[in-house]
């Protein structure tokens, strides 16, 4: 397991981005908090393939609600990735698998899918 964050880094609403070393390369992840959970997902978007985030730690709307695209204004439910507003509808980020020890975020290595 990879130590990703702590909750205390999480409000009841927010996110964290997490850049980590895979098989070489850097892959970001979004670790984002809502009242129903915890849970982490690349941070790519799967029409553009680029970042949600749109400032630093920022991937929810206006709203709080949902996930958004900062390409393009896409929406994503929280608890499951699925897109369900913009040029993705139908399509899901890729989420992570964690676990929560003792107040710290860790990824699952072979947590894909």
Not at 11 to 33: C, E, F, L, M, P
Not at 41 to 57: M, S
Request: charged content about 20%; proline content about 3%; aromatic content about 8%.
């Amino acid at each position: 397991m990879l130590l990703l964050c702590r909750t205390s880094d999480l409000d009841k609403t927010s996110a964290k981005s997490v850049t980590i070393q895979h098989q070489g390369r850097s892959v970001d992840i979004a670790v984002v908090r809502n009242h129903k959970g915890i849970y982490a997902y690349l941070d790519v978007c799967p029409h553009a393939g680029t970042p949600l985030e749109w400032q630093q730690d920022r991937f929810f709307d206006e709203s709080g609600t949902y996930l958004m695209c900062a390409t393009h204004g896409a929406q994503f439910n929280v608890h499951d990735g699925l897109c369900i507003s913009g040029p993705c509808v139908g399509d899901s980020l890729t989420r992570l698998l964690l676990r929560v020890i003792d107040g710290e975020i860790f990824l699952n290595n072979d947590s894909e899918g």
